[in-house]
């Protein structure tokens, strides 16, 4: 599962301050069903919103990754201890961790998992290795490797559904179309489509395909 946020941008023009509505979403990594979103406060940040928003949530052996902002030590112990869930944090902004990292005995360890992508005039190689977590960090036995949790789903909303170009500005507005677009993308990936852009393409010659996509006949 993935948590993720996104700053509504085109949601500034339509503040008194000027500033952008943030949301956090958690979705699942591979359809991009969306499990839950909250609304950032403008006077705090995502820290404080992440715990609130994956309480509810039945997270036991899920594996949850997350960007750097929330590589935190609270938000591993609060998944590992509460949550009974395994966690991928992003190490570059906590100086002292990344260095217990770095000198840990990597290449004396085997590689558990590859992958190798191409696209976007780049091409990535992403090796996983398993070692024991740095002291004070929680850990549980880690599950067998899988291919890459990451997700594009706020990307996919930037680019495919113009969010940043939304007119939708004010209220609740904002938070409930990011929702309903993840949502849209989520059943489209439920349904075999892996290029959303061609997706709505196809549903939109015809308006019954929606809703033969949706189960209403």
């Not at 820290?47 to 902002?69: G, S």
């Not at 990344?98 to 004396?108: F, M, N, V």
């Amino acid at each position: 599962m993935a948590v993720d946020g996104k700053a509504l941008r085109g949601t500034r023009h339509g503040s008194d301050t000027g500033r952008a509505r943030h949301v956090l979403t958690a979705i699942t990594a591979r359809t991009m069903a969306l499990l839950a979103q909250a609304e950032v406060d403008g006077k705090s940040n995502e820290i404080t919103v992440f715990c609130p928003l994956l309480r509810p949530l039945d997270l036991t052996d899920a594996v949850i990754t997350v960007d750097a902002l929330h590589t935190q030590r609270e938000h591993a112990t609060f998944l590992v201890e509460e949550k009974n869930a395994h966690y991928i944090l992003v190490v570059k902004n906590q100086p002292s961790l990344y260095r217990q990292l770095k000198g840990l005995l990597w290449r004396q360890v085997s590689i558990a998992h590859r992958e190798d992508h191409h696209g976007h005039d780049r091409s990535e190689c992403r090796q996983l290795k398993v070692l024991a977590s740095p002291p004070g960090w929680p850990s549980r036995t880690p599950p067998k490797p899988s291919p890459s949790s990451e997700s594009p789903g706020p990307a996919t909303r930037r680019r495919t559904y113009r969010e940043d170009a939304s007119l939708i500005r004010t209220g609740n507005g904002p938070a409930v179309m990011a929702a309903l677009r993840t949502i849209a993308i989520g059943i489209l990936k439920l349904h075999g489509w892996t290029n959303i852009a061609k997706a709505n393409r196809h549903n939109a010659h015809q308006a019954q395909r929606c809703l033969t996509t949706l189960g209403i006949t």
